[in-house]
């Protein structure tokens, strides 16, 4: 590990045991704050007996089903867009600003139309993620180098090869930040969904627990989805760091 | 195949060729080229030279199908080119084409891969065409963990592996300083020599157009006409070191001497995108 | 594309919206979603009345409130880790988790500290905005050129000139970017307290439009703020551009 992951993870360690030593010695109150090693203990508790399982499913199931929902609509609405310069320029302000209005507010909205059910958490968070990709789709599209499309021609490619075997490799790495960030917003929008209003989920069970003042159990879920969350953001980070070394490490 | 002498015969002939680049939404149309008459001698190292914004990227383009040719004929081995890129044709462009996503290897066996090759016989080509181009022991890096110049010879060598009989290379060194230009030059030079095929190099350097070539043909300024085309009566042998020779000089100064007022014309015009 | 262009296309996307949203008020019937105009109309005539009044302000002060403390400490934390590159080279991966996290699930904990009341909103609110301010302003004084420092210096400037004169004038355009997407994410973080506990406050109004079933209610506060949002953006991306052009 480098000079500086060490440093980082001595911050991080610290200040957990900062944060378990308040905790231990009453300096923060344990109605409102409990030890990190006993959410720990808690969580271990909770997934041991199963009874989290049906949530931990459901909120996963989810999260999976609106990315992929998001990337895959995304990009080929992403591509339709490119293929049409007018209906992208007359779309140009709609995605400026889409990103700058709290869509997640419709989700009330969602709720009385659809009733209460995954058919909401689904369409808000497919909502909030696929214009990301849409956009990133774009803007992957835009950088492939124009001199492939000539190349293409020298070595006689028709229209569908030189999209797949040339364009679609060139434009990926753009295409994978939408995906990284089609995923982060689909995960924000289903736990934040199940949390303000759902009939089960991970989210659900955290307002449940708050609602009950079971500390153990809802710092126990939190925990868990902060691990969820950080594992699913570090592999994506992860192979967005090997194409990158793909494309700029130079040895000669 | 090494040793051969340009014979008489022509290659590649443009007769009466222009090119027009039709109006669209903003700006009028643009006479990019011509008319242009030039035959192209088998087995010849031809270099055209010219100012800025001349049409001499366009040129080539029309010669290899890239573009169509705005009035008259263009033909390449007797037959008539249009719309389609011929076979036996190769290019290598002014701009990066090595794809990023590949290995130095796999970039080289692209276009051989897709014309359905035996396995075996693509390694053997695209082994032997790294080696030429001293990439071999960069088979497994990846194009931009290279230096500039090395991913314009990836870029040729993925050309030289479809073994053409007449490789169009457009401004390839534009981007490199200038001792790596000579010694790439040197290089081409090694290519011809070994392939025998028909050479069309286009450049904005007088030196390296009167250095690697058989014939340089110097262009006016857009739209690009031939103002004159020189001989230079190297022999096949050459590298970069006859530099030296004070034919070198003469040819250069005669070269100048054609484009000095042509450039000045260009540097007086508004620069508009494609040459 | 000219401006008049642009105009017409944003026009045109409007009218294409009140057309969906015309067609899915047929499709699903009015006390789900009811149709465009009236909601309009109940809109304006909501935005007069004093319940409406009190609850946009308890909104309206509660952003604020976040919106000066997001901005301050992430203006600060930037500035910081940007100058100091060890602390910028540590804490970066930390902050850029953090951002992906789903903060949602944090708002417990800040409920538990600060209480029902308005300091759980700002908090909430403010935990939002601070991380894009801090990351965009961290980029932001990275990216100065060094060879702004040495002309500086060559021109013998006080460090103090140089801040004001050379190195704010080179970064404002990356923080004002920052400071833009801190706005946004702010008012959201604002509302989304305000959805799951709150008695006050304009994303509570919605919630509880919702379980009375008043949908025009619920759907006029919402069309407002997107209305809000998307005109604050546009100004900050207007200055924004500004900026780039000097």
């Known amino acids: 590990m480098t000079r500086i992951g060490r440093i980082r993870l001595l911050v991080i360690l610290t200040a957990v045991a900062a944060l378990e030593i308040a905790c231990r010695t009453d300096l923060i109150d344990r109605r409102v704050v409990i030890p990190p090693s006993e959410m720990a203990t808690s969580l271990l508790r909770i997934l041991a007996s199963g009874a989290g399982n049906e949530d931990i499913v459901r909120t996963l199931g989810m999260i999976a089903a609106a990315s992929a929902i998001s990337v895959i609509l995304g990009f080929a609405l992403g591509l339709l867009i490119h293929a049409l310069p007018r209906v992208r320029a007359a779309l140009d302000p709609l995605f400026a600003t889409y990103y700058a209005v709290p869509i997640f507010i419709f989700y009330p909205v969602l709720i009385a139309i659809f009733g209460l059910s995954l058919l909401p958490i689904l369409l808000i968070a497919v909502a909030t993620a696929i214009v990301a990709m849409i956009i990133a789709t774009l803007n992957g599209l835009d950088r492939v180098p124009r001199v492939l499309s000539k190349v293409a021609r020298v070595h006689h490619m028709g229209a569908l090869a030189t999209a797949v075997r040339l364009q679609l490799p060139a434009a990926a790495p753009y295409l994978f930040t939408g995906v990284k960030l089609a995923v982060s917003y689909g995960f924000i929008a289903v736990i934040a969904s199940e949390f303000i209003l759902a009939p089960a989920g991970l989210g659900r069970q955290i307002a449940d627990a708050y609602a009950d003042f079971d500390n153990r159990r809802m710092y126990a879920l939190m925990l868990l989805i902060l691990i969820i969350a950080t594992v699913v953001n570090t592999v994506l980070h992860a192979f967005d760091l090997r194409w990158a070394e793909r494309r700029g490490r130079k040895i000669s | 195949m090494s040793g051969t002498v340009p014979s008489s015969e022509a290659h590649a002939r443009l007769q009466g060729v222009t090119r027009v680049y039709p109006p669209a939404a903003g700006h009028p149309a643009v006479h990019a080229l011509g008319p242009v008459d030039i035959e192209l001698r088998k087995g010849e190292f031809f270099a055209v030279v010219g100012p800025s914004g001349c049409g001499k990227s366009t040129l080539l383009e029309v010669l290899a199908g890239l573009q169509p040719a705005t009035s008259g004929t263009v033909e390449f081995e007797g037959r008539r080119v249009s719309g389609v890129v011929p076979d036996n044709i190769g290019v290598v462009f002014q701009e990066d084409a090595s794809f990023p996503w590949l290995t130095v290897w796999d970039n080289a066996a692209f276009g051989l891969r897709r014309s359905g090759a035996a396995p075996t016989e693509v390694r053997r080509r695209v082994d032997d065409a790294l080696a030429f181009m001293g990439l071999r022991d960069f088979a497994r890096a990846y194009p931009l963990q290279l230096s500039g110049g090395m991913r314009q010879r990836v870029c040729i060598a993925r050309t030289l592996v479809l073994q053409p009989r007449l490789i169009l290379l457009d401004e390839p060194f534009g981007a490199l300083d200038a001792q790596t230009r000579l010694l790439m030059g040197e290089e081409v030079l090694r290519l011809w020599r070994r392939t025998g095929a028909s050479i069309l190099l286009i450049t904005h350097a007088l030196d390296e157009a009167a250095m690697l070539a058989d014939r340089v043909g110097a262009m006016s300024a857009r739209p690009g006409r031939f103002i004159e085309v020189i001989e230079t009566g190297w022999m096949r042998e050459r590298d970069s070191t006859i530099v030296r020779e004070p034919a070198f000089a003469e040819i250069t100064g005669r070269l100048w001497d054609n484009l000095r007022g042509e450039s000045m014309k260009a540097l007086g015009h508004s620069s508009m995108a494609a040459e | ?246």
Do not use: C
């Open chain 3, 1 to 246: 594309m000219s401006a008049t262009r642009r105009i017409a296309d944003t026009l045109a996307i409007i009218v294409v919206l009140l057309l969906l949203w015309e067609g899915l008020h047929h499709l699903v019937g009015s006390t789900a979603l009811p149709a465009p105009w009236p909601t309009l109309a109940y809109l304006a005539r909501l935005i007069t009345t004093a319940r409406f009044a009190e609850n946009a302000a308890a909104t309206a002060v509660a952003f604020a409130f976040a919106l000066a403390l997001a901005y301050g400490i992430g203006l600060a934390i930037g500035v910081w880790m940007g100058a100091h590159h060890l602390s910028g080279a540590v804490g970066e991966p930390i902050l850029i988790a953090l951002y992906s996290l789903p903060k949602i699930t944090l708002y417990p904990v800040i409920l538990l500290i600060f209480g029902l009341g308005i300091s759980g909103k700002v908090a909430f609110g403010a935990l939002h905005g601070v991380l894009p301010v801090a990351l965009l302003t961290m980029a932001a004084i990275r990216s100065i050129s060094p060879v702004y420092v040495k002309s500086a210096r060559s021109m013998q400037l006080s460090p103090w000139q140089t801040i004001i004169l050379v190195l704010l004038p080179a970064t404002l355009p990356e923080v004002v970017a920052g400071l833009r997407i801190g706005l946004t994410v702010t008012l959201l973080g604002v509302l989304l307290a305000e959805m799951f506990a709150a008695k006050q406050g304009l994303g509570f109004l919605i919630m509880n439009a919702m379980s009375l079933l008043q949908g025009e209610e619920m759907i006029g506060v919402a069309v407002l703020l997107f209305a809000f949002a998307a005109l604050a953006n546009a100004l900050l991306l207007w200055f924004e551009h500004h900026l780039h052009r000097v």
